[in-house]
């Protein structure tokens, strides 16, 4: 698969000296799709169509629903919602006739001859609900972006020395993300080149792991009264770094009122 370069974000990225380069740039991308689809996407058949098949996640309709285009939103969920229902109404037609059909028969047919058909009915709709609802135009968008993000990466570490230095003095990846760049690694890189990356990705990756271990129990020892003579040397920050860290997930704390 060819993959298109984006090589002033990855670069803008690094400048900013995070735990993990492609959380920003997948932050950034979030950011930039969310405005896309309240904008005037709205009103592209195009868009449309596509959005009235898949829908949102969860995650995505909050932040939609927080966009400020709730006429947008509203336009987009009562078509998709219209596409939803006829799909339903066609998907649960199979399950209500085998209902009907069960309820008519005698209690020991039913208790006994029809439970394996309807159940297997009635789990078969529950997996097609379940899989419209993991679909997500915004996640798929995103996922696509950062695999060309990563290509992107993964390339200007090959071809450029000023980049290698650049990601030899970052803090690495947080552990999702460096499973998505060392999958890419595997698919594009040669085999030599491959092994040159494993060598310089991995003890990268272990040196921050460490680095922040340290910070996180540095933290944990500010609680003790004992410990104020002790220096917080950039662990005040490190809890909410960690646990980016370990999850590719953003844990800005918010301000009590």
């Known amino acids: 698969m060819k993959y298109q370069l984006e090589t002033i974000p990855v670069w803008d990225a690094y400048g900013e000296k995070s735990e993990c380069p492609l959380c920003l740039l997948r932050s950034r991308a979030e950011r930039h799709y969310v405005e896309f689809f309240l904008g005037n996407s709205v009103m592209v058949p195009e868009i449309r169509v596509e959005v009235n098949r898949k829908g949102f996640c969860s995650r ?3 932040l939609l629903f927080e966009g400020g285009n709730k006429l947008g939103l509203a336009l987009m969920v009562h078509t998709h919602m219209t596409e939803l229902l006829g799909r339903l109404e066609k998907d649960q037609a199979p399950l209500l006739r085998e209902a009907q059909r069960l309820t008519a028969k005698n209690p020991v047919v039913r ?17 097609l609900i379940s899989g419209r609802q993991e ?13 060309r993000y990563a290509f992107t990466i993964l390339h200007l570490w090959r071809k450029d020395p000023e980049f290698r230095d650049a990601f030899r003095e ?8 460096l499973v998505l760049t060392n999958r890419m690694a595997a698919e594009v890189l040669p085999p030599g080149v491959l092994a040159e990356w494993i060598r310089s990705v991995l003890p990268l990756q272990e040196r921050n792991l460490r680095r922040l271990h340290e910070e996180v129990h540095r933290f944990t020892q500010k609680f003790d009264y004992r410990s104020d003579e002790i ?6 920050d490190s809890l909410p770094r960690a646990l980016q860290k370990l999850t590719g997930e ?8």
């Open 231 to 236: 220096p917080w040397e950039g662990a005040r």
């Open 60 to 62: 995505h309709f909050r």
């Open 170 to 177: 970052s803090r690495g990846f947080c552990l999702t993300h």
């Open 250 to 257: 953003s844990y800005e704390e918010k301000e009590k009122e």
């Open 135 to 147: 679909e997500c135009m915004i996640c798929e968008r995103i996922e696509k972006t950062l695999d």
């Open 111 to 127: 208790r006994l001859g029809g439970k394996p058909a309807v159940s297997g009915k009635l789990t078969g709709l529950s997996r």
